[in-house]
């Protein structure tokens, strides 16, 4: 239990710093969430559409944005250890690699709640959508959220140090998202009364591979960072 | 003494020159069975008595059924050396896992493609979204193209070696979600269930299906073997030039003392100079 309490701890040491950081920079604020909204925009000029059709479509134009948005995130997560020799000192800190990794996935997480809470925002007001179902819209959201932080932490430290890290990691990273993505659409489809399918199954499906991934990526991230 | 350095510059041997003959007299075997020895897929329905079937375009699938399979094949046996890389962290496993990882590319790329060309007479598209198996194969090759874009990056490479592991098994782990998602998506697929253990198979059709799968497997390790040679080789070049550029820098100090205050041992040329005065 103790073991359990350190392992947190050092997990919350590690978010802290993280969202500290992001508390005094905003990049994710400042440029992200404007970039997500941005998106959101595009996707209603490009389709020339009438709330109807955007209201067909807006769970997976959602989710599209997310992503796409979370690729920044990620790369501003992983981009705050390059800098100053920070990665050396987290090696040497005695910080365990897989609450290093989890400390990170959950400030990645955080920042992509608040994401998701601006663009849900965005879904009701630019495309006029109606939440049926907000429970199911919330769980739905959060173990996305799960499941995309922790594949962006994974890659975003596997991309890390290397030259062409920009160029790698979204095509790394997405074509591993696309369960998520179809997993997420169709629960936001249910909750957003978009289409008629079983939310909570999608919903099972996304909590499965938020563990997956999760538990892959904590083993996996001490292979990463040892060199 | 000329013949053998001749030999070594390639990465063929007696055994692999074999194999790959072998391979190609059975291709033209296969193509002399698939195109003219069996017939087309023709059926005649049993109540209005119309012809159906697949016709001449079933004659695609004496290539694309062994090459799926195969595809499997290679990459589970990257995701096995993506294993021993991390386990035993040798660079045999490394060179293993980025061979079959690029076979299994090629493979799934010829997969895709002759899977449409054979869609498009008989599904009447070349891709069908929402096909279980088409999407997982698609999300399958997009996972290994970043593989082998992140293998083409320059830096350490036992390093590399591990990020490449982490990447095969993570796209391995993660195409069971994919095939459950996709499935659950449309709930339907165009694929037809296995029909080997048919016996509507004709004998002839189903002896040059089996002739595929031992054709293509032979056609298969060929390009695994050549490819891990040629992976071994660069491995080695790499070695040689790192060696190399070494030796050239301690050639430029000829300071002995430099050579002591670093601590490393004289060359000999040095120890030679050394004797002789």
Not at chain 1, 75 to 87: E, I, K, P
Not at chain 1, 192 to 216: E, I, S
Not at chain 2, 64 to 73: C, K, Q, S
């Amino acid at each position: 239990m103790a073991e359990l309490r350190r392992f947190l701890g050092d997990a919350w040491l590690v978010a802290a710093r993280d969202l500290r950081i992001e508390a005094r920079s905003r990049v994710v604020v400042d440029q992200v969430v404007p970039f997500a909204l941005l998106v959101l925009v595009l996707f209603g000029l490009a389709l020339d559409a009438d709330h109807r059709t955007l209201r067909t479509f807006a769970p997976g134009l959602f989710w599209v944005a997310v992503l796409l948005s979370a690729l920044l995130a990620v790369h501003r997560s992983a981009s705050v250890d390059q800098s100053d020799g920070t990665l050396d000192a987290l090696r040497m800190s005695g910080l365990p690699p897989s609450s290093l990794f989890l400390g990170k996935a959950a400030a990645v997480f955080v920042q992509l709640v608040l994401l998701e809470a601006v663009l849900v925002g965005g879904l009701l007001v630019l495309y006029g959508v109606e939440v049926v179902d907000p429970v199911l819209l919330v769980v739905a959201g959060l173990l996305a959220g799960v499941a995309v932080a922790a594949a962006g932490t994974l890659y975003g430290a596997l991309a890390s140090g290397l030259g062409v890290r920009e160029t790698l990691l979204p095509i790394l990273l997405l074509p591993v998202l696309a369960p998520v993505l179809i997993g997420a659409t169709r629960a936001f489809d249910d909750a957003l009364g978009a289409a008629a399918v079983d939310g909570w199954a999608w919903t099972g499906l996304l909590a499965v591979a938020a563990l997956v991934v999760t538990v892959v990526g904590a083993l996996a991230h001490g292979v990463l960072i040892e060199d | 003494m000329a013949g053998r350095d001749e030999r070594r510059d390639t990465t063929g041997s007696r055994g692999s020159r074999l194999l790959g003959c072998a391979g190609l007299v059975g291709l033209a075997v296969l193509g002399v069975l698939a195109f003219v020895l069996t017939g087309p897929d023709v059926r005649i329905h049993p109540t209005t008595g119309e012809e159906f079937g697949q016709l001449d375009a079933v004659r695609m699938l004496y290539l694309h059924v062994p090459m799926a399979v195969l595809m499997y094949v290679s990459y589970l046996l990257c995701a096995v050396a993506s294993v021993g890389v991390l386990v035993k962290r040798t660079p045999w496993w490394d060179v293993m896992a980025h061979s079959a990882a690029e076979v299994g590319t090629v493979l799934c790329g010829l997969v895709l493609v002759t899977g449409s060309i054979w869609g498009r007479p008989v599904w009447n598209t070349w891709w069908e979204w929402g096909d279980v198996r088409l999407m997982t194969t698609l999300v399958l090759f997009l996972m290994f193209a970043g593989y082998l874009a992140l293998r083409r990056t320059t830096g350490d490479p036992r390093a590399l070696s591990r990020r490449a592991a982490v990447v095969a098994l993570v796209a391995v782990l993660d195409i069971p979600l994919v095939n459950r998602s996709v499935e659950w998506w449309e709930n339907r697929t165009l694929h037809q269930q296995s029909t080997l253990g048919d016996l509507k198979i004709e004998d002839l059709t189903l002896f040059t299906l089996m002739l595929g799968f031992l054709v293509l497997g032979m056609v298969l390790a060929w390009l695994l073997l050549h490819r891990f040679r040629v992976g071994w080789l660069e491995r080695a070049a790499l070695d040689y030039s790192v060696a190399a550029a070494i030796i050239e820098r301690r050639a430029e100090t000829s300071d002995t003392e430099a050579y002591r205050a670093v601590g490393d041992p004289m060359p000999d040329s040095q120890v030679a100079k050394g004797d002789q005065s």
